[in-house]
């Protein structure tokens, strides 16, 4: 094999059948010799693309020498090189889970030398509550977790590792949130208490339309058709993840925008907002407060939770008005396809995960129906 010039890189075929790639990282000080290393692969293309992405590092002054680079040190170059098709609050998110968890477990050990155990003994710990942080949730860890998996995944894509640590741990159980609809008569009691309220209007069309907190406190008037009767639902308002952060416009949960048809009571608060001074505002928003600036998120769920407070139901979120909605829609007859395009949820499967629980009014019309329908058969046995 002829010599190299620093970065380039060769691909030859082993005896043993798999593809070998070697590149250059500059000559030795001491003897002058060219240093080589190797990337190996099943198929020559797996091996030219580890290769590529080497010599690219190499060219750009940024690769660290697989053999050397920490955890510590790839999860840096993760966050800084392959996540910049993220969302902005993602990214943060995945920030916060490498600076106060992964990096302070993990961050020193190499890169290649990490295994499974010791992600599963980092984990424990991290559970416990045995590091310099309080102890994770198991939802919270869990979604460490996908940073390390998705930063481990890449390294073995580019030859880094030959196989991915992260694979062989063992997770703990995450427990589904619990889901606190109101039924009937909460609702009519909630509709009374929020009379006049300066967020009537906001709680009533969220209750009625399933639109999460950011995207409700998001919509603008462009995107409401007042000849059509609908609101188009695509984008939500967010507050930067800092201190001192601004509230800014986002794309949605999952970037599933939707098209929501209003009932007329709905429709109706929409033409009485229109109508207001505060309707021409600098955001062109729907809901502000009354010198026409945007609403925060905790102003508008403490408001909420004093109200159900109030009447008992201390337990109840915010996010529990898109619950009822749901329940609603199911006990109306919406099909688990309709309830999904009006949540905006990326597929039916999740729809009906989410509320595989029915409500005891739907279990008891159930029966009922079972009933009716066994009482049919005897008395067409008796006649």
Not at 313 to 328: G, I, K, M, P
């Amino acid at each position: 094999m002829g010599r190299n010039a620093q970065g380039n890189g060769s691909i030859r075929r082993r005896k043993d059948g798999k593809w070998e790639g070697r590149y250059t990282l500059g000559r030795d000080p001491k003897t002058g010799k060219q240093v080589q290393k190797s990337v190996y692969g099943k198929t020559q293309q797996e091996v030219r693309k580890k290769l590529a992405q080497i010599t690219a590092d190499i060219d750009n002054g940024v690769f660290v020498e697989p053999s050397k680079i920490t955890v510590g040190e790839w999860l840096d170059v993760f966050l800084k090189d392959y996540n910049r098709d993220v969302k902005e609050h993602t990214q943060k998110s995945y920030e916060t889970c490498c600076r106060c968890h992964l990096k302070p477990m993990l961050g020193r050990v190499k890169l290649t030398s990490l295994t499974a155990p010791m992600i599963q003994s980092a984990y424990n710990a991290i559970l416990e509550g045995e590091t310099s942080n309080k102890a994770l949730s198991p939802k919270t860890l869990k979604n460490c977790h996908g940073v390390l998996h998705k930063a481990l995944k890449i390294a073995l894509k580019v030859g880094y590792i030959r196989s991915n640590p992260a694979d062989a741990v063992a997770l703990p159980y995450v427990q589904k949130p619990c889901i606190n609809p109101l039924n009937d008569e909460d609702i009519a009691r909630f509709l009374k208490a929020i009379k006049w309220h300066k967020y009537e209007d906001l709680f009533k069309v969220t209750l009625f339309t399933g639109m999460r907190q950011g995207e409700a406190l998001g919509l603008t008037w462009d995107c409401v058709d007042f000849k059509k009767h609908t609101i188009s639902i695509e984008k939500q308002l967010i507050r930067e993840k800092k201190k001192g952060g601004k509230y800014k416009f986002a794309p949605l949960k999952n970037d599933k925008c939707r098209v929501e048809q209003l009932p007329d009571t709905i429709f109706d608060i929409f033409v009485k907002l229109h109508e207001l001074p505060t309707s021409q505002n600098e955001m062109n928003l729907v809901f502000v407060k009354e010198d026409g600036k945007h609403l925060s998120h905790c102003t508008v769920s403490k408001n909420f939770k004093e109200i159900v407070k109030e009447l008992g139901l201390s337990e109840q979120r915010f996010h529990d008005l898109r619950h009822t909605f749901a329940v609603l829609s199911l006990q109306n007859g919406d099909s688990i396809k309709t309830l999904q395009e009006n949540l905006g949820h990326a597929t039916a499967a999740f729809t009906m995960q989410v509320y595989a629980h029915v409500s005891d009014r739907m279990k008891k019309e159930s029966a009922d129906k079972m009933q009716a329908y066994i009482d049919s058969i005897e008395n067409d046995k008796q006649g």
